[in-house]
């Protein structure tokens, strides 16, 4: 596996929809608050989702070794 998977393994679990709560949560108790609303912060954890998905599921990009001459 990857390391461009495994961080997409590690998005998608840390950045599902259900765990906003306890992030935020999380970060007002270490009395950091987060200054974005609940629509917001719900929108960045589904496109980080998204992101996770893609990074797991894209096949491995190849460069061309042959030139052109």
């Known amino acids: 596996m990857m390391l461009r998977q495994r961080f997409g393994i590690f998005l998608i679990l840390f950045f599902l929809p259900i765990n906003g709560p306890l992030l935020r949560m999380l970060m ?3 009395g ?3 200054p974005m609303g609940e629509l ?3 929108g960045l ?7 996770g998905l893609l990074m797991i599921f894209t ?3 190849r460069l061309r070794s042959d030139s052109i001459e």
């Open 45 to 51: 954890s589904l496109v980080m989702f998204i992101v």
């Open 40 to 42: 917001q912060f719900l």
């Open 28 to 30: 007002e108790s270490r």
């Open 32 to 34: 950091m608050p987060l």
């Open 59 to 61: 096949p491995r990009m």
